[in-house]
């Protein structure tokens, strides 16, 4: 198989790291606390709106930030974090109905097509959230009501193959 080929199909079966055991070892170090399993480095893990800060800031600035006391995310019209993070997962379920095309079978099939439901039914929890809510939500309700019933159409629009029994 070609090279680009070999590298596809590699990353299909590599194992990642977890992320939850870079983020404990900065305690583990500090503390100097033994550690079991894979002996890695420390990892930070930044989160999807790091794409809406556009300059440096000091940590002072960055506290302030965090503790609400400023903004320093000069872009005005953010996702908020629950439909954002449930785009990725729309994307990525897309993503993993493509990759597993080639090799669709039944435990596929249940596999996508439970991940759907569950997909779906956070988008319904989020839409019960929304708009029962009256203190968080009542100033963006009907926009993030819109997001959810577009990011639902995208989901069912990614079509699950179907297997058929002979």
Not at 11 to 18: F, G, L, S, V
Not at 31 to 55: H, L, S
Not at 125 to 152: A, H
């Amino acid at each position: 198989m070609s090279e680009s080929e070999f590298a596809e199909k590699a990353n299909k079966i590599t194992e990642k790291a977890c992320l939850c055991e870079g983020l404990a070892n900065a305690a583990f170090l500090s503390y100097d606390i033994e550690r079991k399993g894979e002996k890695q480095g420390v990892a930070i893990c930044p989160g999807p709106n790091m794409a809406y800060f556009t300059k440096d800031l000091s940590l002072k600035e960055m506290v302030n930030h965090i503790y609400g006391r400023a903004n320093v995310i000069e872009t005005k019209n953010r996702p908020h974090m629950f439909i954002k993070e449930l785009a990725m997962y729309v994307d990525y379920f897309s993503n993993k109905v493509e990759e597993l095309s080639d090799s669709f079978n039944a435990k596929n099939q249940k596999y996508l097509t439970a991940f759907q439901t569950n997909l779906n039914e956070g988008i319904e929890y989020y839409q019960q959230l929304f708009s029962q809510s009256k203190i968080y939500f009542e100033s963006n309700k009907e926009s993030l009501l819109n997001e959810l019933e577009t990011l639902r159409t995208a989901l069912f629009d990614i079509k699950i193959p179907i297997l058929v029994k002979a």
